[in-house]
């Protein structure tokens, strides 16, 4: 059955990078559109990022824009979000999400796959 792998999650002082990794395994990231979701302590989970492996076009929170980067590679079924300057406010549970049919990239309820979730923490 299809599976969605986090990595790359950790503790990184406010002003940091980091760069996680979605791995894709039994369908064909070419046929979904893979956004990135968080949920911090107390909050809803919300869109971060998505890409459409059909067209290459992306979304981004304007909490991220211009600080996230989302890209795939299509040769290992992998999907990436590039996180530089983070911020505390950054700190959540990041998961990665697949669907098809994706309209609005920006809601959960979109996604039919998800990740187990990998663990970010900014620290002031």
């Known amino acids: 059955e299809v599976q969605l792998v986090e990595s790359g999650g950790g503790l990184v002082q406010a002003g940091g990078s980091l760069r996680l990794s979605c791995a894709a395994s039994?369908?064909?990231?070419?046929?979904?559109?893979i956004g990135w979701f968080r949920q911090g302590p107390g909050k809803e989970r919300e869109g971060v990022s998505s890409?459409?492996?059909?067209?290459?076009?992306?979304y981004y929170a304007d909490s991220v824009k211009g600080r996230f980067i989302i890209s795939s590679d299509d040769a290992t079924d992998t999907v990436y979000l590039q996180m530089n300057s983070l911020k505390p406010e950054d700190t959540a549970v990041y998961y990665c999400?697949?669907?098809?049919?994706?309209?609005?990239?920006?809601?959960?309820?979109?996604?039919?796959?998800w990740g187990q979730g990998t663990q970010v923490t900014v620290s002031s």
């Open positions: 039994e369908f064909t990231v070419d046929d979904y559109a």
């Open positions: 890409i459409s492996s059909i067209d290459g076009s992306t």
């Open positions: 999400a697949a669907g098809t049919r994706v309209i609005r990239p920006y809601s959960q309820y979109e996604y039919d796959y």
